[in-house]
């Protein structure tokens, strides 16, 4: 029995593409729960990891925070509706002003059906559900969006809710979700003595400008576009972070806003005076940044040298030599994928190359097994000539002769070990696991 699951922090509808002057199947940027749609971006991945391990341990408490716009309810959505019977949701969004329409909506999300005049005693009334479904072996759920702003009153009915117990063992899990001020909410001495201080936090950020490009050009491909680098030039990524910060909610506003107004004035593809008039529209300008700064974006990735090509060895299959061709360029398993592996130890969006204007960066996707570049786990690293990639069971070597070298230290790379569910490096100790950037010493020229 799991009630609707509403809208939570979902951004502004999209603005539909007139006249679909661009071919597409779909609006690329529209709210979706479609799995096609999904960007994994790595610290949405880590979120849902962190909530499922909430859900699924001892843990009666979890808490994600973020500002308003990076994604909480999307996660939320695609993890409700990923669960099984074991699982009863009650999935609250609104702010109450008193406590009996939030324990009200509570009892309408766990499948009651009560009046607003009824006269139940509401709390007592949810104990008994929790115990009965505890004695049942299931698992109750309470969702909560924005106790920061709720009422103080509404608070106290959260915080006694979540001391019922049933042969000693506290019976609800509350997932809260708010932005960063909730962690002033949750470390008042009432709350932390009755939620437990140590409750595990996640703070979920926004994108950089690297999952910015990866962000749009996965959009614009799931929507049917033949070339997302042409339609959307990877050139105007860095305006696009700088006026949105990295939030999914503004990049889809914005976006959609671009192909508009390109659409409109009969253009194939968006260009910057479209993006610009988009970006005043929707009164961005003052995040913008100036057009020197653009110019200069422009001229280094006109510069760059198209002529890398990566080598791909599989046991069994003879080797498959693949050119570096636009702005970006996807590995994974599924059809989409201009890399295309297939294996089940090679994820569908597995792993980005992205031509940032100097260097061919790539990027893991949030893949469950990873990236091993020359015999070390990478999240983000600015290739090099003869790098040995790892990707499944697929060796893949780029070849770049006019790569620009990266001076040490590398700030470019991110060498990331044992996240959870993350398998250890080649040659590393899960107990003494670290996250290092950069290198310390001089391998990269050797």
């Not at 000693?168 to 002033?184: E, F, Q």
Request: aromatic share 4%; with cysteine; proline share 6%.
């Amino acid at each position: 029995m799991t009630g609707d699951i509403p809208t939570l922090d979902v951004p502004d509808p999209a603005i539909p593409v007139a006249n679909n002057p661009f071919d597409l199947a779909t609006n690329p940027f529209a709210d979706t729960l479609d799995d096609a749609f999904f960007f994994p971006a790595e610290q949405h991945v880590r979120a849902l990891d962190f909530i499922g391990q909430a859900l699924w341990t001892r843990s009666r408490l979890a808490v994600v925070t973020a500002d308003s716009g990076c994604g909480k309810s999307l996660l939320i959505r695609r993890l409700v509706r990923d669960l099984d019977e074991r699982v009863v949701v009650a999935a609250v969004s609104r702010t109450h002003h008193h406590p009996r329409e939030f324990l009200l909506d509570i009892l309408r999300q766990f499948g009651f059906a009560l009046e607003d005049e009824d006269k139940t005693d509401r709390r007592r009334l949810i104990e008994r559900f929790l115990r009965h479904q505890a004695s049942m072996g299931r698992i109750c759920l309470l969702i909560v969006e924005n106790v920061q702003v709720a009422h103080p009153l509404v608070v106290e009915e959260l915080r006694l809710l979540a001391t019922i117990e049933a042969e000693g063992a506290r019976v609800l899990k509350i997932l809260m979700l708010g932005c960063p001020a909730l962690n002033h909410v949750l470390d008042s001495p009432r709350m932390a003595e009755s939620l437990m201080s140590v409750a595990p936090r996640f703070a979920l950020t926004p994108m950089s400008e690297d999952q910015v490009g990866a962000y749009v050009a996965h959009r614009l491909r799931a929507a049917g576009a033949a070339n997302p680098d042409v339609l959307m030039p990877h050139t105007l990524m860095q305006q696009i972070h700088a006026c949105t910060g990295g939030v999914p909610a503004t990049i889809n506003r914005l976006c959609s806003r671009a192909l508009v107004c390109a659409g409109e004035e009969g253009l194939q593809t968006v260009t910057t005076s479209a993006l610009d008039r988009a970006i005043h529209e929707l009164d961005l300008q003052g995040r913008a940044l100036p057009a020197i700064l653009q110019t200069e974006a422009n001229a280094g990735a006109r510069a760059w040298n198209p002529d890398g090509r990566l080598l791909i060895s599989m046991q069994g299959l003879p080797d498959k030599e693949i050119a570096l061709a636009g702005g970006r360029i996807l590995i994974g398993r599924g059809e989409e994928a201009d890399v295309r592996i297939d294996s089940v130890f090679v994820s569908r969006y597995h792993a980005l190359i992205v031509r940032d204007g100097r260097h061919d960066l790539m990027l893991d996707l949030g893949s469950t097994n990873g990236l091993v570049v020359n015999s070390r786990r990478v999240l983000r690293r600015a290739l090099q000539h003869r790098d040995m990639i790892q990707v499944g069971p697929a060796k893949v070597t780029y070849f770049n002769t006019k790569a620009e070298p990266v001076i040490l230290p590398d700030p470019g790379e991110t060498i990331s070990f044992a996240r959870p569910g993350f398998p250890v490096a080649a040659g590393g100790d899960a107990d003494n696991a670290v996250l290092a950037f950069g290198r310390p010493d001089g391998s990269a020229n050797r």
